[in-house]
């Protein structure tokens, strides 16, 4: 049993006074889970409350008045969880939005299926991984189908991640081993941070190639720009908060995988490059003339393979949302909204995330002080 009707059961323990048989079963739904405590606390109550009825040192009044207090904190576990479970339900919805694209894009760029590629062209660390991902167990666990009972192609077909008997180019992009996925995108193997001294090009501080799938660089991409944006003090808030916040790194440094262009004929490379007064991630590709870059995800999604899979890597969230709300998180820091561009020779999207430059006569704003 899962979602409602797990619910619906424990409900029914409880208002049977089958404590012991809830908190059991909630316990172990909620094994390894950060709000597990909750239960344990109310499990620990009961049968100190028993313990107390058995050696007659609370009487009968006493006693009710304390089960009605640890079946109100049950009921509440309860209510909280299954608030979880609904935005749990919005992720799923939006991944089925993500997905129907596929099937418009069938055949065209990333979703194009690779008749010469099989799981074994896969990296079995990675799909291991997949599989294990909140999200993906989710998907299974809604339908009550068992993972375990599925081959890996299976799977990857429910997820609509593969399709008869083949898998899709965005696929075998994200999971794919490095030495293959040379022969179908020489450029996709690779990716390159810089820290520069300054606002130049001059002086390189730090230069790093990365290399890999899809996934294994936009995850070591972002382990590095968590070493190098700097942390400030946020003394209203008493929490260390990133110079750039990393909501909107994370955003567009996502989409800068998310939606490059993947075709074998691209010679240019992901390059984000950290200066002093700005952070710049190009992406191979150009977007449409005249686009709502608030509303790129919705409007011009071209591999949604790609988002599929980067949305149950929990990397990108709600399609459509993402860019606007990294631009809110910027002005939230008194940042300058992000600059989206097309640039030419050769093709690139270009975004700028500006930081703080403090002058000599400038006071220190809260972020400078680390």
Sequence with gaps: MRTKNFFNHLRRLISGDELDGAISELSAYLKNSPVQDEAILQSARHRDLLKQVRLGVVDHH?????????????????????????????????????????????????SELLKNK???DLDEKELTRLFAKERVVELFDTNEINMEDLSEHERLVYLSLAENGHIFKGTFLCLGKRNQIQTICPT???????????????????????????????????????????????????????????????????????HRDYSD???????????????????????????DVSRIEATV?????????????KHIERAGT??????????AQGLKPARIENIEHPNMVKVTLYRNVRTAEQPRKWWQFF
């Design 188 to 258: 996709a193997t690779e990716s390159k941070f810089i820290l520069f001294k300054g606002v130049e090009r001059d002086i390189i501080l730090d230069l790093k190639t990365l290399t890999g799938n899809t996934i294994q660089q936009y995850e070591s991409m972002m382990m590095l720009l968590r070493k190098h944006i700097p942390l400030g003090r946020d003394r209203a808030m008493s929490e260390d908060v990133y110079e750039i916040p990393i909501v909107a790194v994370r955003e567009f440094v996502a989409n800068a995988f998310v």
């Design 301 to 313: 999604l071209v591999n949604p393979v790609i988002a599929a899979i980067f949305h149950l890597y």
């Design 322 to 331: 993402g860019i606007r709300v990294a631009q809110q998180a910027l002005q």
């Design 62 to 110: 006493q006693a009710n008045l304390t089960k009605n207090q640890i079946r109100t904190g049950l009921l509440d576990l309860i209510r909280s969880l299954e608030t979880l479970e609904s935005v749990d339900a919005e992720q799923l919805d939006d991944y089925k939005k993500i997905t129907e694209k596929i099937g418009v894009n069938r055949g065209v760029g990333t």
């Design 265 to 291: 004929v691209v010679k240019s490379y992901i390059q984000v490059e950290l200066y002093d007064d700005r952070l710049e991630i190009k992406s191979p590709g150009h977007l449409p003339k005249n686009l």
């Design 118 to 120: 099989s799981l074994d």
